[in-house]
């Protein structure tokens, strides 16, 4: 096998095992750790530390340690947040979540930094396009990393599900559940059954045991960059000074389509947040237990990958402001059903609908909202993402802030005008570009060129 391809995989399926476990955990958080909201108090602190971390860590890691100890170092990072989950406490999970959120700026800068230089290293040596390697290193990359939300989910609810306590749920229990959802630690029998020690116990094991085989192929495996390589990355990498990049972040809020993107770069937050954070708690295990959790993620995340897929390939044909379109009336019509919607046992196909339509929602917020960030921006793209993912963290740190101090149908109407506010400034800024480059179709102006590149890496 080529050596370069190998790297790749190595990294991918890394990236696999670590993610199965972390993505298993932060679906579970909301109803494993609800008392006193510390599940969603933990990931809002992951995302209030990535925000930090993204600002500062990577460059410095990765000229000290290289790319190869950058990755390993900062999947320990990822480990020692299954290990706080072992004795969930606020003095073990929110530490833990700050050293996670920490290792994460640094674990992907790194892991697109050396997919970046592998595909140029294999371009010179081939005599091939450099940009087109990189590109299908990135394409294996997520089309082998995606997968890990569904065998994150899947682990847990074959784990959970072995639980012999089997609660049945009166009518009266089910009227806590949903948008109207009584603000208490535990919303009915089914929520209050929580799984015995043991099969916790068991799952943290095999997250701790997945996140420990994913640091081991990346020492064992993973070839250290060659230095002349090496040497050079490290100069684009350094070349702004920290505080140069920190406040090109700040000085591309000059831009008025970027001021007029953050509502919809937070919103993309706030939804992610809301399904994860309370979907999962009021809807799923208060009315049919936290087992079925994972199911209910697994199928979001192959729906998510199935349509990330086909938008990027349809987009050239139906431009983004169509999808932009179909994603908003999908979410809003989510967020109406949720309002009205009493969950009940009975309903279980019901369960999954929401989670599939949202998957299709998301799938256009995050690769239309990134190509949508390449095309506007294409000579400032490092301060541009920089924006993207301090906003979207943002909106994340809030929604799952608030998670546990508001009712669900609360949230519902936050969510919903967030939504309107950013189709309106998503409007704007459709306008202003067409004001700009009048005869000049936006929509379809490269509208192919960014959901998978490695600017978005991050």
């Known amino acids: 096998m080529?050596?370069?391809?190998?790297?790749?995989?190595?990294?991918?399926?890394?990236?696999l095992l670590l993610f199965t476990a972390y993505g298993g955990l932060q679906s579970l958080q909301s109803s494993l750790n609800s008392e006193e909201g510390l599940g969603v108090a933990s990931l809002s602190v992951i995302y209030a530390a990535l925000i930090l971390s993204s600002m500062f860590l990577p460059p410095?890691?990765?000229?000290?340690?290289?790319?190869?100890?950058?990755?390993?170092?900062?999947?320990?990072?990822?480990?020692?947040?299954?290990?706080?989950?072992?004795?969930?406490?606020?003095?073990t999970l929110?530490?833990?979540?700050?050293?996670?959120?920490?290792?994460?700026?640094?674990?992907?800068?790194?892991?697109?930094?050396?997919?970046?230089?592998?595909?140029?290293?294999?371009?010179?040596?081939?005599?091939?396009?450099?940009?087109?390697?990189?590109?299908?290193?990135?394409?294996?990359?997520?089309?082998?990393f995606q997968s890990s939300g569904i065998w994150g989910n899947l682990i847990s609810s074959l784990i959970l599900s072995q639980s012999s306590t089997k609660v049945e749920i009166s009518e009266e229990d089910l009227e806590c559940c949903g948008a109207y959802?009584?603000?208490?630690?535990t919303t009915n029998t089914?929520?209050?059954?929580?799984?015995?020690?043991?099969?916790?116990?068991t799952l943290l094991g095999v997250y701790t045991a997945s996140g420990v085989l994913a640091v081991l192929l990346?020492?064992?495996?993973?070839?250290?960059i060659k230095s002349d390589q090496a040497e050079t990355e490290k100069e684009k990498i350094q070349a702004p000074s920290f505080w140069s990049t920190f406040l090109a972040t700040f000085r591309h809020l000059k831009d008025k389509r970027q001021c007029l993107l953050i509502p919809l770069t937070m919103y993309s937050g706030f939804e992610q947040g809301f399904l994860s954070g309370d979907y999962t708690k009021v809807y799923v295990t208060c009315a049919l237990g936290i087992q079925y959790v994972g199911y209910v993620m697994i199928c979001f995340a192959a729906v998510n990958s199935l349509c990330s897929l086909l938008f990027g390939k349809i987009s050239q044909f139906t431009g983004?402001?169509?999808?932009?379109?179909?994603?908003?009336?999908?979410?809003?019509?989510?967020?109406?059903?949720?309002?009205?919607?009493?969950?009940?046992?009975?309903q279980l196909a019901v369960f999954f609908v929401f989670p599939a339509l949202w998957g299709l929602s998301d799938a256009v917020w995050q690769t239309q909202t990134n190509g949508l960030y390449g095309i506007?921006?294409?000579?400032?793209?490092?301060?541009?993402?920089?924006?993207?993912?301090?906003?979207?963290?943002?909106?994340?740190?809030?929604?799952?802030?608030?998670?546990?101090?508001?009712?669900?149908?609360?949230?519902?109407?936050?969510?919903?005008?967030?939504?309107?506010?950013?189709?309106?400034?998503?409007g704007a800024v459709e306008y202003l570009e067409a004001k700009s480059s009048p005869g000049t179709p936006t929509a379809t102006k490269k509208e192919n060129g960014g959901p998978h590149s490695q600017e978005t890496c991050m």
């Open 376 to 426: 506007l921006f294409e000579e400032h793209k490092e301060a541009a993402f920089a924006n993207y993912r301090l906003w979207e963290s943002l909106g994340f740190v809030i929604a799952f802030a608030y998670s546990t101090k508001l009712q669900a149908y609360i949230k519902l109407y936050i969510l919903l005008s967030v939504l309107m506010l950013s189709m309106v400034t998503y």
């Open 60 to 91: 410095i890691l990765i000229k000290n340690l290289g790319c190869k100890w950058t990755i390993a170092i900062s999947m320990c990072c990822y480990i020692t947040f299954s290990l706080g989950n072992f004795y969930a406490s606020w003095y």
């Open 320 to 346: 983004r402001k169509l999808l932009f379109a179909l994603a908003t009336v999908t979410n809003t019509a989510c967020i109406i059903a949720l309002l009205l919607w009493k969950p009940h046992p009975k």
């Open 2 to 15: 080529e050596r370069n391809l190998k790297n790749v995989l190595v990294i991918s399926f890394g990236f």
């Open 190 to 201: 089914t929520g209050s059954a929580k799984p015995s020690n043991s099969l916790i116990y």
């Open 218 to 224: 990346v020492i064992i495996f993973l070839d250290q």
């Open 94 to 144: 929110i530490p833990t979540s700050v050293i996670l959120g920490l290792g994460g700026a640094p674990l992907w800068s790194a892991k697109c930094t050396y997919l970046t230089i592998a595909g140029t290293s294999y371009a010179q040596k081939a005599g091939k396009n450099a940009k087109d390697i990189i590109n299908q290193y990135f394409g294996l990359f997520f089309l082998v």
């Open 181 to 185: 959802n009584c603000l208490t630690d």
